[in-house]
């Protein structure tokens, strides 16, 4: 019977949408199970066949899990705010809505083509007014919260002002910028503005000048995973570092729990240890060091025990203290330095670790153990983030202090303590002066490191504490295209909307650039002021800063509405909260959250984060949001690409470029001439100007291309559509394929070849239940061994999905089908337990053989087929049979049978007396069910 995977597909995903098959259901006695994929951004490019990768492994652990009787949500949305859409903005004017809406409804035609089981009725777009309305919500309970470590968690910003009303700063245990004194009565006297200027000190979101990533060229900052080698990846512009006032989170309170948090959740060990590596907790004293000229020089260091041998000190270019500590004779090449690093990103910088370079700013510090001035630089490779923003320099330790020293020519000093094995630890240099510390002599290097933390506290030079690398995460964008920040400025001083003011929608502007002033493009809007009074969006021109005030500029983040969205999947369209607690504590943590590993440090720590805040705030019990995370792998393209030589306009074949200085080009692989690696030379010609008259040297009248296994993507035309693959092979080929390339978690190679296979197994499967033309299943009793086949793959394909080993199902259906066509078997009792075996790898064929074996309702919710044992137990089995260790033949046996019965029927068959001849047998071994070994 011929299969017609078009048919069969379109009406089948009909079907699932106009019955709503896929709908969940919150009000069930089901177990739940919340299965994810991370977040897609719709780009103009639409999916390529690496895109939906995860997508099918999520979507076959969904429908298993339909299948075992659970309550699934299985949803889909759209993280639809962005830098690419703006652009696209700027450059034809075109308003980012129609773009973004026109890409989301090309997305959403290939997933539904693919035939993904998502509840679609729970879409989301974090672009859209009703789903960011709370994300600024979640903005202001952030604002109007802070961090007391007494109770370790965010509370409510009144009761830090009771604390204040009652107590001042007396008593107070809290996450802050920097450490305030005041007393109640101080506290009771202080101005509004006063008030509220402390209280940014303390809250959650908050207002602070932060070096950011400036992009001059897109008039907005970057986050780290924007920039490449130091220029924006949308555009390749450079990019700065600069001085803002921007909005933060503050994220490091969480550090500890972040980390801790980590022990709980089933993701892989190296994205455990990057967001560790992140969060960076170290142990060690903060120390103070004066300065000839009456400035004081705060550090962190982790080995206090090497104070006796810091010989400079050195300041990131960006620290306040910079611009007081340097004499007149240095500014001019301090302020060359300064301009010089902020060229370079934070991560450029962390990964210099050669390079080193520096400014001396003319002044000195002294150590506070030896007496001794030590000279005090700037240098790049010192990050403002990080502990002070300064360090004590201890070359004979430190690799990077050691190059400085060494670039500068500056004192190395080896700290040796007595009988202490601490110079394991050292770093080993010939042109240190070794100094044995009396001080430390006869300790352990840890009772050391901690002898010399008590002696900074008593001598009331600092004090021993727990720093980590992570920072406040910025949370300003001085883009269009992004959700309003709800806050509007009186006095200077920022204040929340309302709640009843929300949604704070995003004006109209003319233009999406930054203002000729250099605000950012919310600049533009000519309604987007703050009528206090009247309590509503009011003209700008109205702006008076009595009644009517200036809103924020700024937008948030991409980050802000990806860091909540799991949530919102459980009560979409609630508009009076953003998700009811009902709902948030049924649903709980997502179980399953399929995604890429590129998001470790980003998305999943501020995820965490939120979840954590929402938390302590009482408006859902979970606390980490995704209990088991599977990065999955890429799919590789093959890509083309051409010769062409050195200096001219002539093309060479493949096989004829070593003759020749040749440069490689990638060229777009629908150049090529079906399956080969020949190019169509004419459509070459027409694919790009350059190629209109170039000279082609061929090799036998053809243009062999190189290929070459890549990144798919649209840099190197090596792209392959999934619409083409789903109209040639069918979604569900696609589906068993992307499956069947290899390991999820692995990248692997595309080869469109390949598909020819699973294509062919699909028609057997199919032609299982078809006599010639005619749809034919008999109601017989299987066979022993027909009921073998099927509980043998049942036992496969649950161990499989339960392990996410989807390659290896789709190797045991081949099997499956095979040994089913051999022995002709159209048994129902074994063809249609088989179609939900392989329903959630290619639902749509099994939908259709599930239609025809008699069934009105959908495959999807039929129990998975139980695993009887009894049917793998063997009847008989087949030994290898050896002489002295040699295989000669096999035989079949009962597989009761036990030693003496088997050596008697051995001794007793021709094959083994022919073998045997005239020798006699020494030793019989018998090992059951697996061999005969005769020794003569």
């Not at 080995?303 to 001019?332: C, H, S, W, Y």
């Not at 490779?381 to 202090?401: F, K, N, Q």
């Not at 399929?594 to 965490?608: D, F, M, N, P, Q």
């Amino acid at each position: 019977m011929f299969y017609d995977h078009q048919q069969i597909e379109k009406k089948w995903q009909k079907y699932w949408e106009d019955n709503q098959t896929y709908k969940t259901s919150d009000s069930t006695d089901k177990p739940k199970f919340y299965v994810l994929d991370m977040f897609p951004y719709p780009s103009g490019a639409g999916l390529h066949v690496g895109h939906p990768l995860g997508y099918i492994a999520s979507d076959i652990y969904a429908r298993f899990k339909r299948h075992q009787g659970f309550n699934v949500l299985h949803p889909i949305g759209y993280d639809s705010f962005g830098l690419p859409a703006e652009q696209y903005a700027i450059q034809t004017g075109t308003h980012p809505a129609i773009t973004t809406e026109q890409n989301i409804t090309r997305y959403e035609e290939q997933l539904r083509k693919i035939g993904f089981s998502f509840d679609w009725s729970r879409e989301v777009r974090t672009s859209d007014a009703s789903y960011y309305k709370w994300t600024q919500w979640i903005f202001i309970q952030l604002f109007h919260s802070w961090y007391n470590k007494d109770t370790d968690k965010a509370e409510s910003i009144e009761t830090l002002i009771k604390h204040f009303e009652e107590k001042g700063t007396e008593g107070l245990n809290a996450n802050q910028n920097e450490e305030l004194n005041f007393t109640s009565e101080e506290w009771k006297n202080y101005s509004d503005i006063k008030k509220e200027e402390i209280l940014l000190n303390y809250r959650l979101a908050f207002r602070a000048e932060t070096t950011v990533n400036w992009c001059p060229a897109l008039g907005t900052v970057l986050a780290n995973d924007e920039i490449k080698d130091g220029k924006s990846e949308r555009g390749g512009y450079p990019v700065f570092q600069k001085k803002m006032m921007q909005w933060s989170m503050r994220i490091s309170a969480y550090s500890e729990r972040l980390l801790q948090g980590l022990k709980t959740l089933n993701w892989p060990q190296p994205l455990k240890d990057a967001q560790e590596y992140w969060i960076g907790k170290s142990q060690g004293a903060q120390v103070r060091f004066a300065t000839e000229n009456g400035e004081t020089i705060e550090v962190f260091t982790t080995r206090p025990d090497t104070i006796f041998g810091a010989t400079f000190m050195v300041l990131a270019p960006e620290n306040p203290l910079v611009q007081n500590l340097t004499t007149p004779e240095q500014k001019t090449e301090v302020d060359h330095y300064i301009e010089e690093t902020s060229k370079k990103t934070e991560r450029d910088r962390m990964a210099d670790v050669k390079n080193v370079s520096g400014a001396f700013t003319g002044s000195y510090a002294i150590n506070p153990f030896t007496g001794k001035k030590i000279p005090v630089y700037i240098s790049d490779y010192v990050l403002m983030g990080y502990g002070t923003g300064a360090v004590m320099a201890v070359p004979a330790h430190d690799e990077r202090d050691h190059r400085f020293a060494k670039k500068f020519g500056l004192e190395i000093i080896k700290v040796v303590e007595s009988d202490v094995d601490v110079q394991e630890e050292a770093y080993d240099s010939k042109d240190s002066v070794c100094v044995n510390s009396d001080f430390l002599n006869g300790f352990n290097y840890k009772d050391a490191k901690s002898k010399i933390i008590v002696e900074i506290e008593n001598r009331g030079i600092g004090h021993g504490t727990t720093n980590y690398r992570q920072r406040d995460a910025i949370f300003s964008r001085q883009r269009y295209w992004g959700e309003p920040v709800p806050i509007y400025y009186k006095d200077g001083m920022p204040y929340t909307l309302p709640n009843s003011a929300l949604p704070l929608e995003l004006p109209e502007v003319e233009k999406y650039l930054p203002t000729e002033d250099g605000d950012p493009p919310l600049g533009n809007a000519k309604t987007f002021a703050w009528d206090e009074a009247n309590q509503k969006v009011v003209d700008t021109d109205l702006i008076d800063d009595k009644t009517v005030f200036p809103l924020e500029l700024s937008t948030m983040p991409g980050w802000a509405g990806s860091s909540w969205y799991f949530l919102r999947y459980m009560d979409p369209n609630d508009d009076e909260v953003f998700a009811k607690k009902e709902l948030t504590d049924y649903w709980g943590q997502v179980d399953l959250y399929i995604g890429g590993s590129e998001h470790a440090t980003g998305h999943l720590l501020y995820s965490r984060f939120w979840n954590m805040f929402l938390k302590d705030r009482g408006y859902i019990e979970q606390n980490e949001p995704f209990q088991k995370l599977i990065n999955q792998g890429m799919i590789l393209g093959m890509s083309a690409l051409i010769h062409r030589i050195d200096g001219t306009n002539k093309i060479v074949s493949k096989n004829l470029a070593n003759e020749y200085q040749t440069q490689r080009i990638p060229v777009d692989i629908s150049m090529l001439i079906g399956t080969t690696d020949e190019i169509d030379v004419e459509k070459l010609r027409v694919w790009r100007p350059e190629f209109n008259d170039a000279e082609f040297i061929l090799e036998d009248g053809k243009l062999i291309t190189e290929r070459e296994v890549d990144k798919m993507s649209k840099r190197t035309y090596n792209v392959v559509n999934p619409d083409d693959i789903c109209n040639e092979y069918g979604a569900d080929g696609l589906r068993l394929y992307e499956m069947f390339l290899g390991p999820l978690e692995q990248s692997k190679p595309w080869n469109t070849q390949g598909l020819s296979g699973v294509y062919g197994f699909l028609k057997k499967f199919w032609n299982l239940y078809f006599n010639n033309d005619s749809f034919e299943v008999s109601d017989e009793e299987p066979t022993k061994e027909e009921y073998k086949i099927l509980h043998t793959l049942i036992k496969k394909v649950n161990f499989d999905i339960e392990n996410f080993s989807f390659n290896t199902s789709v190797s045991s259906f081949m099997i499956a089908v095979n040994e089913l066509q051999k022995l002709k078997c159209n048994k129902r009792n074994i063809l249609q337990p088989l179609a939900v075996i392989i329903s959630p790898y290619a639902p749509h064929i099994c939908e259709e053989v599930w239609n025809l074996l008699g069934n009105n309702a959908s495959i999807e919710f039929e129990p998975f087929p139980t695993l009887d044992e009894s049917y793998l137990v063997e009847d008989e089995i087949d030994y290898p049979v050896s002489f002295n260790g040699k295989m000669k033949f096999k035989i079949k046996l009962a597989a009761e049978l036990g030693k003496e019965e088997v050596e008697k029927l051995m001794m007793e068959n021709d094959d083994v007396k022919k073998f045997l001849g005239d020798k006699s047998v020494k030793n019989f071994i018998f090992v059951p069910k697996k061999i005969i070994n005769i020794v003569s």
